[in-house]
């Protein structure tokens, strides 16, 4: 069924695919065996040795075998009835007839996943690609957003980032917050409020991250951030309500720093979306078709392949019916289901460059909110402790929320969004405690939960083509700050798809291909 390894170049005769690993950038032409491999400088034939690790050798040179997916949908249908249901001659007031009748079969660009992240690039695409008649349609399952990962974050927005792709990420999402009103406004359509509180981020560290935090102010500041380091001293002259004890330095955000309503924002972008024309279905994704394509030899390439293309997407709707759409392009924005419906797809089930999986997965993450008469007034920024736990001010009258990122051995379990109040007692109170007095008297209101899009690989978001589907994208794993680089993530995005290349921020390193290398790119400053 699958002749043998088809390359990426053989896909669309000549492409190139460029990779940077360990540093070095090339451009490989084949993944066969047979075929020559030649650098992208005087296309004279080298070692494959020197281009690609050895690790992400095997892949190359092995046969990438794409597992059977969904299968066609062939229903048996009388052919008086299939005339009847063409027609949507199902009754006057049965909904399918409006179904039947309006379901879109097919589009441009596919979006798994109604987010902020699917949202927001579905704005880009059509703000960009309106005028070519570009069709974009997200696939959501719950359009109601109970239990999306959005709209129940804390709303958090920082440039204090260990790499630089985060952090000119996050300045774009600064910069388009502020212009967000305007932006995703339209014709009888009013722009979001966001709600933005630019009160900054505080992160604390110990004698052991001091130069961690030092090297981590260099680099924010060379790429425009606006960060302070202040030393225990000055932290407490600032904020008299803080215990220094154990602190050795403190960075603070100074501009484009605070939180936000992540609910606003992701109003914004859906209702700015469906002016534009994008089409929203409520379905569940539940597979893939592939197209067996021939790929001709080519010459310097090899010999002629077999290749699946992806090319349908199997939605379950509410009613139980299963429908297929049609794509171009297909984006994987589904937070943190993105794994498990990657899979839908063979990523992880095949071999060679379909061996590995998407390494995203819920991690579910508790919020509380307490009430703390004597803790601090409005010039609290969000403090990130030594320990890892965190806090904020939420609204005025002595409301605050607090939480804390658990070890791997305390990892709760994701099949619902229960909250474990033991652990604000026993792990986040004593540390928010021990960090402000103010906190030692308090009163727990409330609490909610939600799922990060976890990222087991090194906690960054998986941004760009995959190598064997390459109509496949990925813009998920975003480990918990997603929010704040959606509007980047979504143009980025948009680059790709129309241009074929990212033009703003590089964000090539968040390519799949790291985890096929092993080569994890990682983040210090995880909250």
């Not at 040179?61 to 009835?81: F, M, S």
């Not at 703000?127 to 239990?147: A, C, F, K, M, W």
């Amino acid at each position: 069924m699958f002749n043998r390894a088809v390359t990426a170049a053989q896909l669309k005769p000549w492409l190139k695919f460029n990779y940077i690993l360990k540093n070095v950038t090339f451009t490989v032409r084949s993944f066969c065996n047979s075929c020559p491999r030649y650098s992208n400088k005087d296309d004279e034939p080298v070692k494959p040795s020197i281009l690609v690790p050895e690790d992400f050798q095997a892949e190359l040179d092995g046969e990438t075998y794409c597992p059977p997916l969904a299968q066609p949908i062939k229903p048996h249908v009388h052919p008086i009835k299939k005339s009847f249901d063409l027609l949507g001659i199902t009754g006057r007031n049965d909904p399918k007839t409006h179904n039947n009748l309006y379901f879109p079969r097919h589009c441009d660009i596919l979006i798994i996943g109604g987010g902020i992240m699917g949202c927001s690039i579905a704005y880009w695409l059509k703000q960009r690609g309106h005028d070519n008649g570009l069709r974009v349609i997200v696939v959501e399952q719950d359009p109601s957003y109970t239990r999306a990962s959005t709209v129940l974050s804390v709303g958090g927005l920082r440039q204090q980032f260990s790499l630089p792709e985060n952090i000119e990420m996050s300045l774009y999402g600064a910069e388009f917050l502020r212009k967000s009103k305007k932006l995703l406004s339209g014709e009888g359509l009013e722009g979001p409020d966001v709600q933005f509180h630019p009160f900054g981020y505080l992160f604390l560290a110990t004698e052991k991250g001091a130069d961690q935090l030092i090297a981590n102010h260099k680099l924010q500041t060379s790429l425009g951030a606006k960060i302070q380091l202040l030393s225990a001293n000055k932290l407490k002259q600032k904020f008299p309500w803080i215990n220094t004890d154990g602190v050795e330095l403190a960075s603070l955000g100074l501009e484009n720093e605070g939180w936000f309503d992540p609910w606003s924002l992701l109003n914004g972008f859906r209702n700015k979306a469906l002016e534009m024309g994008v089409e929203f279905v409520k379905a569940e994704t539940v597979g893939f078709e592939t197209q067996e394509t021939i790929v001709p030899e080519q010459p310097g390439i090899g010999d002629s392949g077999c290749y699946h293309k992806l090319k349908r997407v199997h939605v379950r709707l509410v009613d139980g019916d299963i429908r297929t759409i049609d794509f171009s392009k297909c984006v994987m924005a589904a937070g943190a289901q993105s794994g498990k419906v990657s899979k839908l797809a063979g990523i992880g089930l095949g071999t060679g460059l379909l061996r590995n999986a998407l390494p995203v997965e819920p991690r579910k993450r508790y919020v509380y909110c307490f009430h703390a008469p004597e803790g601090p007034g409005l010039d609290c920024p969000l403090t990130v402790d030594t320990t890892g736990s965190y806090f904020r001010r939420e609204g005025l009258g002595g409301h605050y929320v607090a939480g804390k990122s658990p070890t791997a051995n305390e990892e709760p379990g994701v099949a619902n969004l229960d909250v474990d109040y033991t652990f604000f007692d026993q792990q986040v109170w004593p540390d928010v405690a021990l960090r402000v007095p103010g906190f030692e008297n308090i009163k727990l209101k409330s609490a909610w939960s939600g799922y990060y899009d976890y990222n087991t690989f090194d906690q960054n978001g998986v941004i760009g083509i995959h190598p064997y589907h390459t109509n496949f994208l990925f813009a998920t794993g975003f480990s918990g700050h997603g929010l704040q680089q959606a509007p980047a993530v979504g143009r980025a995005i948009m680059e790709l798809v129309l241009e074929g290349k990212f033009l703003t921020i590089d964000l090539s390193r968040f390519a799949f291909d790291r985890v096929i290398a092993n080569q994890p790119v990682f983040e210090q400053n995880i909250v």
